[in-house]
């Protein structure tokens, strides 16, 4: 165990040191964050089968989105790219058309995972024995998918499967 998580667990009240030396403890390591050990992340770098329906906030247009992600992993930080197909229908009719870009930036926990992208925020969860199914939600504020606009916000369940386990 390293030196940090070691003074970290000696900061529980249980361990009977005097306030005034947990706090020089806390003090001598620079706080203790939430980080977690690399070791116990799951690796979800990889190809993922992703799909999701995406509706306005009063139900005037529903879009369905399939496509792929590709994440890349270093430790909690998540970045990567996707492509996606989007079909959405509303009040002006239905409209399709192909995506792709970057998710710029996101974060993996031991059994979760965020992530933007595309002017939405993605929360989902895994089993962190195997990470190969995410599921979620999002939530797209003053966005619109489509030339059909959609209200101030949406909303989404999604859910990927590991495309390839050997995939980077």
């Known amino acids: 165990m390293e030196l940090r998580g070691w003074v970290c667990g000696m900061l529980n009240p249980r361990q009977g040191l005097s306030l005034v030396a947990r706090l020089s403890l806390w003090l001598a390591v620079g706080g203790c ?52 197909s989007v079909t959405c229908s509303g009040t002006q009719g239905v409209t399709s058309r192909g995506e792709s870009g970057q998710i710029p930036s996101g974060r993996v926990s031991v059994t979760s995972i965020e992530f933007r992208l595309a ?39 999604w859910s990927a499967e590991r495309l390839d386990r050997s995939t980077p």
């Not at 369905?64 to 790219?81: D, R, Y």
């Not at 089993?127 to 101030?152: H, Q």
């Open 33 to 84: 964050s939430r980080s977690v050990d690399p070791e116990d992340l799951p690796d979800i770098s990889g190809a993922w089968n992703y799909a999701e329906t995406l509706t306005a906030e009063r139900g005037a247009v529903a879009c369905n989105m399939v496509g792929t992600l590709g994440f890349v992993q270093e430790g909690e930080a998540l970045v990567g790219t996707y492509i996606r």
């Open 119 to 157: 002017g939405c925020d993605y929360r989902g969860a895994f089993t962190k024995l195997k990470p190969d199914r995410i599921t979620g939600t999002t939530l797209c504020v003053s966005t619109a998918l489509t030339s059909n606009t959609l209200d101030a916000a949406a909303s989404s369940a």
